[in-house]
């Protein structure tokens, strides 16, 4: 019975204690988790290293570069840009055939004009 006692108090011991098997498991865990991540920044490294190296060297690089983050043209270039909004409404009552001012009483300039008050 004493041997069964100590026995399950040595288990619990490596499995619970303070440098047991569940903190070797966490630690392995924690470790393989800054190993991806050192990975994975060595994987940005390098691609930023390899642009780096184009921006000095590769001058069409560096104008396209400047094309799309910097939004600039050559001389004597045009640029057109398009919104994505819808140029045409296909209900034709909402586009007026004539744009008529009216004063301040809702006449038009005709109606005004008509009454003898040019304005």
């Known amino acids: 019975m004493f041997i069964l006692c100590s026995s399950g108090a040595v288990v619990a011991w490596l499995g619970f204690g303070e440098r047991g098997l569940i903190h070797l498991y966490r630690t392995g865990m924690e470790r393989q988790k800054h190993v991806d991540k050192m990975r994975q920044l060595a994987e940005e490294n390098e691609v930023l290293f390899e642009e780096v190296h184009r921006l000095r060297t590769d001058m069409k690089y560096v104008e396209s570069v400047a094309r799309k983050q910097l939004n600039l043209i050559r001389q004597n270039e045009v640029v057109y840009r398009f919104s994505n909004e819808k140029?045409?409404?296909?209900?034709?009552?909402?586009?007026?055939?004539?744009?008529?001012?009216?004063?301040?009483?809702?006449?038009?300039e005709r109606e005004v004009a008509n009454d003898g008050g040019i304005k």
């Open 87 to 108: 140029l045409y409404n296909n209900d034709i009552e909402t586009i007026p055939a004539k744009v008529q001012h009216r004063d301040e009483h809702g006449k038009s």
